[in-house]
């Protein structure tokens, strides 16, 4: 008999048992306070009457995202000491949609309006003044700099 084969998950609507899913790991509730805390509050299990968290209560590994493991020099997968359950039937898989044309075309109009037009355009003398074109000597003789 392994060890987890009278295990099941306390997580809500989960019928994960060690008997009928032997491949799947169950994790100890942590003791550390505060983790253990915002496990119960994860799990959306109110300690009282119907439910108390002892060394027995176990939430399967379903719950927890692959990046929640690490594996040993062994070969074992363990479960980091930070991770939070947090994959459960009513939470939703965030997947990001895709963009529109129209969130596009009006996000690029936006930027557009927001950009505030030159005050006058510049004439090509002024460019030519603003960068200092006019210390730049214009008569340099190519065929002279390549012999030196």
């Not at 809500?12 to 509730?29: A, L, N, V």
């Not at 002892?54 to 040993?72: I, N, R």
């Not at 006058?120 to 700099?145: Q, R």
């Amino acid at each position: 008999m392994k060890l987890n084969d009278h295990r099941s998950c306390c997580v809500t609507q989960c019928e994960s048992d060690g008997r009928k899913h032997p491949s799947i790991s169950f994790h100890s509730f942590p003791t550390n306070a505060v983790l253990h805390k915002l496990w119960v509050v994860k799990i959306r299990r109110d300690p009282g009457k119907f439910f108390k968290v002892t060394t027995k209560t176990v939430v399967c590994s379903k719950h927890f995202k692959p990046d929640a493991f690490k594996w040993t020099p062994t070969g074992r997968r363990c479960l980091r000491a930070s991770s939070v359950p947090s994959v459960f039937p009513w939470s939703k898989p965030t997947v990001e949609r895709p963009v529109s044309l129209r969130t596009v075309l009006q996000e690029t109009t936006n930027m557009i309006s927001e950009c505030t037009p030159l005050a006058e355009p510049m004439e090509e003398s002024d460019v030519v003044e603003e960068i200092g074109l006019y210390d730049i000597p214009l008569d340099l003789d190519v065929e002279a700099d390549r012999s030196i």
